[in-house]
Each structure stands twice: as C-alpha cells, then as structure tokens.
C-alpha cells in the first residue's frame, strides 16, 4: 500500500496535510512540518484501527511527501 501526504498552505498561513488514500485522515499545523506529522500519525491510526476491526489486511507500506 502506498500512500502520499499532500499539503496546501492556506490563506490564513495555517497548512493542511492530508492522506488522500484514506478518507478522513487531514491535518493542520501551524508549519507544513507539524501538518505532515499530525497526518502521518493520525493516517497510522487509521490503518490500525482498520487491522483491528478485521477491516483491512496487513500490507506492505510505504508513505511519501507529494511535491508542492
């Protein structure tokens, strides 16, 4: 499974990460940074919940940084 974290900066300066493999999982932070991490754990959380519950299969992963 592949997945990919992509941050916008916002008006306001705020960024936002988000997985978009997985619905749900979108961040902010006051640093592209703090939005990327905040996403990558809340995306892992996801997943985990999902193995879990019987929801999804253990797979190999790997996450990568979209290009701005």
Known sequence: MNLTIET???D???WIA??????GVLAYGATRAEAMAKAQALA???????LEH???HPVDLSMS???E
Do not use: H, I, Y
Not at 44 to 50: D, I, Y
């Open 18 to 23: 988000e997985v978009p493999e997985l619905d």
């Open 54 to 56: 019987g929801e999804a």
């Open 12 to 14: 306001d300066g705020r």
């Open 65 to 67: 940084v979209a290009a």
């Open 44 to 50: 892992l959380r996801v997943l985990a919940e999902q």
């Open 8 to 10: 916008e900066q916002e």
